[in-house]
Every structure is written in C-alpha cells, then in structure tokens.
C-alpha cells in the first residue's frame, strides 16, 4: 500500500472521514481501502513503542468503530 504521509496520520484522516460521512453511502473501494489501512497499521504496530504507539492505537481503534458503525 502506498501511502502519502505517516501511518498515524493517514489512519486519523480516514476516521475523521467516516465521521464525516456517517449517514452517507461512500464507495466500495473506500471501504476496502480503509480495511486494508487498518491492517498496515496494525501490522506497524509492532515497530512502535511509546507515545508513537499509544497513538497509533488509539487512532486504529477509533477508525475501528467507524467501520464497525457502517457494518450495522
């Protein structure tokens, strides 16, 4: 996956767009990407520790919850 900016950053933009979209269809190929976004970080979790990981957790799970808001 490539990727334009941090991991972190990346995963934060993709949830404050789902929050953004709430209500709203997004396409197929959205969703898919957010999947697959989801899974590199949790995958970069393991080369983070600290600060950098504590944000990048809190980050996933929030991207998380809006995905699992749209499965309803």
Not at 44 to 57: I, T, V, Y
């Amino acid at each position: 996956m490539n990727l334009a900016g941090s991991i972190l950053e990346n995963v934060k933009n993709a949830a404050s767009s789902a929050r953004r979209l709430r209500g709203h269809p997004v396409y197929k190929d959205t969703l898919t990407y957010w999947t697959e976004l989801l899974q590199e970080a949790r995958h970069a979790r393991k080369d983070l520790e600290g600060p950098g990981l504590r944000a990048l957790e809190a980050a996933i799970i929030s991207l998380e919850a809006e995905l699992a808001e749209r499965v309803k």
